[in-house]
């Protein structure tokens, strides 16, 4: 009987070590994964904000352009 309640209680702690161990490794992948959200997350917003940088330069080349033909259309022709 104290073998076996002996045994009993060394399985036992066996056990709760395993599941200390699978309860950090189950924390870090839900970190790494949180992580690698975040960095995916970045990525996209600076390649959009990189994307509207590009189209509001050249709005403003087009309308600058658009702008000094007519001004000097005006100075020209006036």
């Known amino acids: 009987m104290r073998q076996s309640l ?10 709760a070590a395993e599941e200390r161990l699978r309860r950090e490794r189950l924390r870090r992948e839900a970190a790494e ?17 990189f994307g509207v940088l590009v ?11 658009i702008a000094m033909f007519q001004t000097l259309s005006l100075l020209i022709g006036g």
């Open 6 to 15: 002996a045994q009993f209680e060394a399985a036992f702690r066996e056990e």
């Open 33 to 49: 994964r949180s992580r690698a959200r975040r960095h995916q997350k970045v990525q996209k917003s600076g390649t959009m904000r």
């Open 55 to 65: 189209f509001v330069i050249l709005a403003t080349t087009v309308i600058v352009t």
